[in-house]
């Protein structure tokens, strides 16, 4: 399959957990960046349609930031230019992300008109003591608002983008914001926990000793809380934070969890074909500037080993509820999970967090909550 990665790197606010690759205030550049990253992808499919001739898109998705910062007729034309160059299979997945507060019904319509065919909505909580904490610029009613904006517009498959482990949240909160959420009947959520990344307000916070996080037992009993409610409504987790109704499951995540190749385009954007792994530069303005002097935005190239691609893809397919199937990874890389990690794997299936199924390896029930330690394990 073909993904495509877009980044738009604009945003109204800058949230205090945030250390994704946006900039606040940057209206005069929406132009010229959609500009040159219009010339990025003429680019970049002149390249891929030299390599796989016959390839077409199977995944779009347009992140940020927040893509919906953009005037919509912009955005059309990022989506229209993409789908032009390249071209896409029948049931090509677009995916565009977007915020209360910066969409309605129109703009939404316009979307739809464009291809795009999977909305995710960056809600994030309910409660508006908690988006206040963490610096969102929408309010509960705008989520809401948002919501049925996307439904009347026409959007059957919306994700919904919740937090948790959130500062001052408590089990009770938490419940309330999921339950608000699934009151909506989306089609897939995405659960996240906090993670407090460096070079953010929320870090030098915790550095400070003054960032007041949920403790360890409120964390589980937020896990349980999910487990049960997500069940209930009859979403079921198919990867550490996604949960999703029958044939909702989104495809391009699905891809990188799969370790699969992929492309991308855009600020900070990184790539991986064959290999060899890219990264463009991250500031929006040297970005434009490169693009028109015909200068690599490309920063960093990585050659993978065989190896070290191996452990990626077993570590990045454990995140799916199914695990990594053994097969695929003898053909890839003709190396045989089990013998690979020997002791290490053995010890890990003795203490029930691993398990070997027939076909494939994954976490157990009992080894999920400590996913990231046992990942950590087989880097």
């Not at 003709?334 to 690979?340: N, P």
Request: aromatic share 10%; glycine share 8%; net charge negative.
């Amino acid at each position: 399959m073909t993904a495509l990665y877009l980044h738009i790197p604009f945003c109204l606010g800058k949230c205090r957990y945030c250390s994704f690759q946006s900039i606040a205030a940057g209206e005069k550049l929406y132009g010229p960046y959609v500009a040159a990253l219009t010339l990025e992808l003429t680019r970049l499919a002149e390249i891929h349609a030299a390599i796989n001739r016959s390839s077409k898109l199977s995944t779009l998705f347009v992140g940020g930031g927040t893509p919906t910062c953009l005037p919509v007729e912009l955005l059309q034309g990022v989506i229209h230019s993409s789908l032009a160059f390249f071209g896409a299979e029948p049931d090509v997945e677009i995916s565009v992300e977007a915020n209360p507060g910066t969409v309605d019904v129109a703009y939404l319509e316009a979307l739809l008109e464009a291809g795009v065919n999977r909305l995710s909505l960056g809600v994030q909580s309910f409660d508006d003591r908690e988006l206040g904490r963490i610096g969102r610029l929408h309010d509960a009613q705008e989520a809401c608002s948002a919501i049925k904006a996307a439904v009347s517009a026409g959007f059957r498959n919306i994700n919904l983008d919740l937090m948790y482990g959130l500062p001052g949240q408590t089990p009770f909160s938490w419940r309330y914001s999921l339950e608000k959420g699934l009151m909506f009947h989306p089609a897939h959520l995405s659960l996240y926990q906090l993670t407090v990344e460096v070079d953010t307000p929320f870090f030098a916070l915790a550095a400070n000793n003054t960032l007041c996080l949920p403790e360890e037992e409120a964390i589980l009993e937020m896990d349980e809380i999910t487990t049960q409610l997500c069940s209930t409504a009859g979403l079921h987790q198919y990867e550490t934070s996604n949960y999703a109704g029958y044939g909702h499951q989104c495809r391009h995540n699905i891809n990188y969890w799969l370790n699969n190749d992929y492309l991308a385009a855009g600020t900070s954007a990184v790539s991986c074909q064959h290999g060899v792994r890219e990264r463009r530069i991250a500031d929006p303005a040297e970005y434009i500037r490169r693009i028109h002097v015909q200068q690599s935005v490309i920063i960093e190239t990585e050659q993978l080993s065989l190896e070290r691609s191996f452990r990626e893809t077993v570590i990045m397919g454990l995140r799916m509820v199914q695990g990594v199937s053994r097969r695929t990874l003898y053909e890839r890389y003709a190396i045989d999970v089990q013998e690979y990690y020997g002791s290490t794997v053995e010890k890990l299936v003795n203490f029930g967090f691993i398990e070997f199924t027939a076909t494939h390896l994954r976490i157990t029930a009992k080894g999920r909550p400590l996913a990231n330690q046992i990942m950590a394990e087989l880097v």
